[in-house]
C-alpha cells in the first residue's frame, strides 16, 4: 500500500493550497481498484502545476476528488485540501453528506471536466449553459446577471460576446473550449482543475487555450490552476511545476524546466524521452514500457 509522495509539489511563493495523502478507490466493495494511492500536492498562489502521466494512471480520478466530486463507484477513501483557511475532509465526499462540499464547489474549486466541449446539449444555446451553470452554483442569480457577467468576462478577454447567442455546433472546438473554460471559471474559483484542456484542439486553439489560460491567472480570475494532460510539450509551456503521476502516485515533481532537463525518475524519464526524444528507437522503446499503469523497470531504465 502506498504512501504520500514525500516531496509535494508547490511553489517558492505563499501557498494557495496544499492536498494531503488522497486515496481514491472504484468499487467499494472487496474488489476495490486504488486509483490515488496517497497522493499530496502543493500549489503556490498564481501557480500552474502540470499533472502529467499516461492514460489511466489516475489524473482524472485525483482531479475529481481536489474537485470534490465524487459520484459511486468512485470513493475518496481519505484526504485534506487546505485552502483559503479552510482544512476540507475529502473523506467525506462519498458519504450522504453532500452539502458539506457545496458550498466549495465552482467557488473554492472548479472543474474543467475531461471531454466537457464535446457534452454540450445541441440544443442549447451556450448563453442557456451559462444560466444553468451559474444558477447550479447560486440560485439566487438571476439569468441576467449571469449574462452580464459572461459578457463582461468575454470582452475582459477579448473573446466575442456574440458566441453567447450560438449553439455548440457553431463553434469551432477552440472556441467550444475556450467558452467552456470561461463559465467553469465564471465565480472565479481559487483553484481551477483543467482535466485535458487542450487534448482535443489542433495547434493553433491549444496556444489560443494556453494563453487565456494564463491571462486568465494574471487577472487574478483564478488564483492557480491544476493543468492535467498526457501532453508534456503543452505542459512544459503552460506550467510552472510539473507533477508526474504513475499508477495512482505522484513519482517526481519539481519546477518545470528542472524536472524536464534534469528528470530524477525513471519514469519521468521514460515519459520525457517518449516524446521529447526525436531518436525514432528511444520513442519506440519508451513507448512500448507504457503498459497498464505500470512504471517502467527502474533496472532496465537505469535506475539511480
Ligand atoms: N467509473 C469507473 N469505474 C471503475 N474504474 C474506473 C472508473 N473511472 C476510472 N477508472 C479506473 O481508474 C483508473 C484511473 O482512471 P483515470 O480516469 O483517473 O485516469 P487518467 O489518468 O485520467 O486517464 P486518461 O489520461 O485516459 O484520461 C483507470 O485504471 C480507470 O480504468
Ligand atoms: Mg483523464
Same mark, same amino acid.
Do not use: W
Given at each position: 500500500? &502506498?504512501?504520500?509522495?514525500?516531496? *509535494?509539489?508547490? &511553489?517558492?511563493?505563499?501557498?494557495?493550497?496544499?492536498?494531503?495523502?488522497?486515496?481514491?478507490?472504484?468499487?467499494?466493495?472487496?474488489?476495490?481498484?486504488?486509483?490515488?494511492?496517497?497522493?499530496?500536492?502543493?500549489?503556490?498562489?498564481?501557480?500552474?502545476?502540470?499533472?502529467?502521466?499516461?492514460?489511466?494512471?489516475?489524473?482524472?480520478?485525483?482531479?475529481?476528488?481536489?474537485?470534490?466530486?465524487? =459520484?459511486?463507484?468512485?470513493?475518496?477513501? $481519505?484526504?485534506?485540501?487546505?485552502?483559503?483557511?479552510?482544512?476540507?475532509?475529502? &473523506?467525506?465526499?462519498?458519504?450522504?453528506?453532500?452539502?458539506?462540499?457545496?458550498?466549495? @464547489?465552482? +467557488?473554492?474549486?472548479?472543474?474543467?471536466?475531461?471531454?466537457?466541449?464535446?457534452?454540450?446539449?445541441?440544443?442549447?444555446?451556450?448563453?442557456?449553459?451559462?444560466?444553468?451553470?451559474?444558477?447550479?452554483? %447560486?440560485?439566487?442569480?438571476?439569468?441576467?446577471?449571469?449574462?452580464?457577467?459572461? @459578457?463582461? @468576462?468575454?470582452? !475582459?478577454?477579448?473573446?466575442?460576446?456574440?458566441?453567447?447567442?450560438?449553439?455548440?455546433?457553431?463553434?469551432?472546438?477552440?472556441?467550444?473550449?475556450?467558452?467552456?473554460?470561461?463559465?467553469?471559471?465564471? #465565480?472565479?474559483?481559487?483553484?481551477?482543475?483543467?482535466?485535458?484542456?487542450?487534448?482535443?484542439?489542433?495547434?493553433? $486553439?491549444?496556444?489560443?487555450? =494556453?494563453?487565456?489560460?494564463?491571462?486568465? =491567472?494574471?487577472? +487574478?480570475?483564478?488564483?492557480?490552476?491544476?493543468?492535467?494532460?498526457?501532453?508534456? *510539450?503543452?505542459?512544459?509551456?503552460?506550467?510552472?511545476?510539473?507533477?508526474? !503521476?504513475?499508477?495512482?502516485?505522484? =513519482?517526481?515533481?519539481?519546477?518545470?524546466?528542472?524536472?524536464?532537463?534534469?528528470? #530524477?525518475?525513471?519514469?519521468?524519464?521514460?515519459?520525457?524521452?517518449?516524446?521529447? %526524444?526525436?531518436?525514432?528507437?528511444? @520513442?519506440?522503446?519508451?513507448?512500448? +514500457?507504457?503498459?497498464?499503469?505500470?512504471?517502467?523497470?527502474?533496472?532496465?531504465?537505469?535506475?539511480?
Amino acid at each position: 500500500m &502506498s504512501t504520500e509522495n514525500p516531496e *509535494p509539489a508547490g &511553489s517558492t511563493g505563499g501557498t494557495l493550497a496544499r492536498a494531503r495523502n488522497i486515496r481514491c478507490v472504484y468499487g467499494g466493495g472487496e474488489t476495490d481498484f486504488t486509483a490515488v494511492d496517497g497522493v499530496s500536492i502543493e500549489l503556490g498562489d498564481g501557480e500552474i502545476l502540470g499533472l502529467a502521466g499516461e492514460s489511466g494512471c489516475g489524473k482524472t480520478t485525483l482531479g475529481n476528488a481536489l474537485a470534490m466530486i465524487a =459520484v459511486p463507484p468512485l470513493y475518496v477513501l $481519505s484526504g485534506t485540501l487546505e485552502i483559503d483557511g479552510d482544512d476540507i475532509d475529502l &473523506s467525506t465526499l462519498s458519504t450522504a453528506d453532500v452539502a458539506r462540499h457545496r458550498p466549495y @464547489r465552482g +467557488r473554492t474549486v472548479s472543474m474543467l471536466p475531461q471531454g466537457a466541449m464535446n457534452s454540450i446539449s445541441p440544443t442549447l444555446r451556450i448563453s442557456s449553459l451559462v444560466r444553468d451553470v451559474m444558477r447550479a452554483h %447560486d440560485p439566487r442569480i438571476s439569468k441576467d446577471e449571469a449574462l452580464d457577467l459572461a @459578457r463582461e @468576462r468575454l470582452t !475582459m478577454l477579448d473573446m466575442p460576446v456574440r458566441a453567447l447567442d450560438s449553439y455548440a455546433h457553431q463553434l469551432s472546438g477552440g472556441m467550444k473550449q475556450r467558452m467552456i473554460t470561461v463559465i467553469s471559471t465564471l #465565480q472565479n474559483p481559487r483553484l481551477l482543475i483543467a482535466d485535458e484542456p487542450t487534448s482535443a484542439l489542433d495547434v493553433s $486553439s491549444q496556444r489560443m487555450l =494556453v494563453e487565456m489560460l494564463l491571462e486568465m =491567472v494574471d487577472q +487574478r480570475i483564478m488564483s492557480g490552476v491544476v493543468f492535467v494532460t498526457h501532453d508534456l *510539450p503543452v505542459l512544459s509551456q503552460v506550467s510552472d511545476r510539473l507533477a508526474i !503521476m504513475n499508477a495512482g502516485q505522484i =513519482v517526481e515533481s519539481g519546477p518545470t524546466r528542472q524536472l524536464v532537463e534534469d528528470p #530524477q525518475h525513471p519514469y519521468t524519464r521514460t515519459l520525457l524521452s517518449s516524446v521529447l %526524444d526525436p531518436s525514432h528507437e528511444t @520513442r519506440a522503446r519508451g513507448a512500448a +514500457r507504457f503498459t497498464a499503469g505500470a512504471g517502467p523497470n527502474p533496472e532496465e531504465v537505469g535506475a539511480p
